[in-house]
């Protein structure tokens, strides 16, 4: 038996076994010249008797199952009491649940007071996935991003405050060869800032359809990087994060041009001659057609 879905779907590598409930449909905001996950839908919220229903149908199903993620771009935009409503429903019908999940955008969380927040971590929201993207205001204005470093940094600190796991992505030559070294830079700062318990490291992947809006909207020549540049962009992040505690990093999407992990600060040493080395050896990069986002 399977979930009849509003395609496309989207949800993060990590959750490749989990069950997906689509809650919203959309991104509430779909502006990132970057994205164009969502750019076919309108934002729509379900209606909560027709989540229900899925999620008694599912349980009978799938009573067995260990993760829930909630699709698509932004569930926290829900309404709180929604939310909690969907959670405990959830919590309620699978009671071998190890986690349930949602993307969230910086706003979601902005909006939400520690109340809110608390309350959804209670009812079985465990983990949030939020886009970083950059920690350079002027490369975040080009990408419309919808958010300043600052609000970037406060949204991931309430989130960890309240107690959720929280993983954060960003995008390696989202600035181009223009604002690499700043990009680097300022991303760093916010990671060190937030100290994510995962960072995951996409490279810039445009889809054709969007590739001449995003050229628009950055008002200025866009020089995208060489793998180099990326392997290069990539040492001046690592080399500028200091966090005291362990995060996961991951660069292992499939728009990287080559896949490395570790934890921080534990084996930044070691990520950093392995870039070092793939400098010196571009033959063993992932070759640029099996590259996408």
């Known amino acids: 038996m ?68 909630l699709a698509d771009g932004d569930a926290l935009n829900l309404e709180t009491t929604k939310l909690i409503h969907i959670l405990s429903k959830i919590r309620k019908e699978f009671k071998n649940l190890e986690r349930i999940s949602s993307y969230s955008m910086p706003k979601n969380l902005l909006e939400k007071s520690y109340d809110e927040l608390e309350s959804l971590k209670k009812a079985g929201l465990d983990m949030v996935y939020l886009g970083i993207e950059s920690g350079n205001n002027t490369v975040l204005k080009k990408v419309t991003k919808g958010a300043t470093s600052k609000m970037i940094v406060d949204s991931c600190k309430k989130a960890k405050d309240t107690g959720f796991i929280l993983s954060c992505m960003i995008i390696l030559g989202l600035g181009g060869k223009n604002y690499s070294k700043v990009h680097a830079e300022d991303t760093s700062k916010v990671i060190n800032e937030i100290e994510p318990d995962y960072i995951g490291a996409l490279t810039l992947y445009m889809e054709p359809d969007i590739e001449q809006e995003f050229y ?31 995060v996961i990093f991951r660069a292992n999407h499939a728009s990287n041009v080559y896949s490395i992990g570790g934890t921080l600060p534990k084996n930044k040493t070691d990520i950093l001659q392995k870039i070092g080395y793939l400098k010196e050896h571009p033959e063993l990069l992932k070759p640029k057609m099996l590259r996408r986002f």
Not at 14 to 26: D, K, M, N, Y
């Open 2 to 69: 399977e979930l009849v879905y509003d395609y496309p779907l989207y949800r993060p590598p990590s959750e490749s076994q989990s069950l997906i409930f689509q809650v919203t449909l959309g991104c509430s905001f779909n502006k990132c010249s970057f994205c164009n996950m969502y750019r076919t839908k309108e934002y729509s919220e379900r209606s909560s008797d027709e989540i229900d229903r899925e999620i008694d149908l599912m349980a009978s199903y799938f009573p067995d199952t260990k993760r829930i993620f």
């Open 216 to 246: 628009t909207k950055f008002k200025e020549p866009f020089i995208p990087l060489d793998d180099l540049g990326v392997l290069d962009e990539l040492n001046n992040l690592i080399n500028g994060i200091t966090v005291t505690g362990n």
